[in-house]
């Protein structure tokens, strides 16, 4: 499951950035995945309280947003929302399609004291 290994990234980020903004506690946590990210989301979820054990985000509250999929045809260069990394253009049917966006995971916010 790489969602631990993303979630163990995540306190590393925390960490550092209580140190360079000097917050001590964690309250809540925001994290936007994409939808073409191959991110369970269910998964983060189960492991955030393990992975956040004894540090500064130990008990904060996990929410997750997502974030759409946006892919350009190679052929047409129309730009459409992608529900999968599979979808073939909706203007002219092209099986290949550039993602844009969607892949990614990022902290969206956080709420520290």
Do not use: W
């Not at 994290?31 to 393990?50: H, M, N, T, W, Y």
């Not at 045809?73 to 929302?81: A, D, G, L, M, V």
């Amino acid at each position: 499951m790489h969602e631990l290994s993303l979630l163990e990234n995540v306190r590393e980020i925390l960490e550092d950035h209580a140190i360079h903004q000097q917050f001590s506690k964690v309250n809540q946590v925001t994290l936007a995945v994409g939808k073409l990210s191959c991110i369970e989301p269910e998964a983060l979820r189960f492991g955030f309280d393990v992975v956040m054990k004894g540090s500064l985000a130990e008990n904060a509250k996990l929410i997750i947003t997502e974030l759409p999929g946006l892919g350009e045809c190679r052929q047409c260069k129309q730009q459409s929302e992608l529900l999968n990394l599979y979808n073939p253009c909706p203007y002219c049917g092209n099986p290949q399609m550039t993602v844009l966006k969607g892949t990614e995971m990022k902290i969206k916010d956080l709420l520290v004291s």
